[in-house]
């Protein structure tokens, strides 16, 4: 009898964990009877600040994603946390040292986490701007755009995040990939009953 009791909050348990799993991978609600859809979906937004952002650049430290935005020669480079990509933090806004020579200033060359590697180059121009469009394939013969973003002087994709720099700020978006609703189920069903039962 003991040993059915056991089991039993076992399952239960096993039920509670797998549906709250469930739930924290779904960040999108579903529209009952629609078929679940791919995404990328905005995140969060930086204001402008000093100048359009030129250039990203990735890099980790322990657990933590950290992206440097880098403006034109003699604008400041930005750090940003964005391990959570919904709450990005600013965690510095600095200018790199100067170098003596007149069209130059200081550029980062190389970043290892919270340590950069900048050197002194001649001063670059502002990227081209260009139209970056959210693009919706769900239905392959009538695409529409969910999202514009006109002017973007920088874009970076890291891990599932993609940052985008405009006149408005950065911009940071993520991609989401559909559950399939048949592996969720079987996923479920595995916690609940065990691996043997599958």
């Known amino acids: 009898m003991r040993h059915i009791h056991i089991r039993l909050v076992l399952i239960l348990t096993a039920a509670a964990v797998g549906g709250r799993m469930l739930s924290a991978k ?11 859809q791919d995404q990328i979906s905005i995140e969060a937004h ?3 600040a000093d100048g359009p952002v030129i250039g ?3 890099t980790k430290h322990y657990a933590r994603s950290y992206v440097y935005a880098e403006r034109a020669a003699g604008k400041p480079v930005t750090l940003i946390d964005v391990t959570s990509p919904e709450h ?3 965690l510095s806004d600095t200018s790199l040292p100067a170098s003596s020579l007149p069209a130059s200033s200081g550029k980062l060359l190389a ?3 919270t340590a950069a590697l900048a050197g002194d180059a001649p001063v670059e121009k502002a990227p081209a701007a260009q139209t970056i469009r959210v ?4 239905d392959p013969g009538n695409p529409k755009i969910t999202k514009q973003f006109e002017g973007v002087t920088a874009v970076e994709k890291v891990g599932n995040i993609i940052l985008l720099a405009n006149a408005d700020g950065i911009w940071i978006l993520s991609q989401h990939l559909a ?3 048949a592996a969720e189920k079987r996923y479920a069903n595995k916690v609940i009953y065990g691996e043997s039962m599958y």
């Open 135 to 138: 693009m919706d394939f769900s």
């Open 179 to 181: 559950e399939d609703p």
């Open 88 to 90: 990005p933090q600013v």
């Open 56 to 58: 990203f650049i990735a």
């Open 46 to 48: 930086i204001p402008a």
């Open 111 to 113: 970043v290892a986490g």
């Open 26 to 36: 779904d960040k999108h609600p579903k529209v009952p009877g629609s078929r679940p």
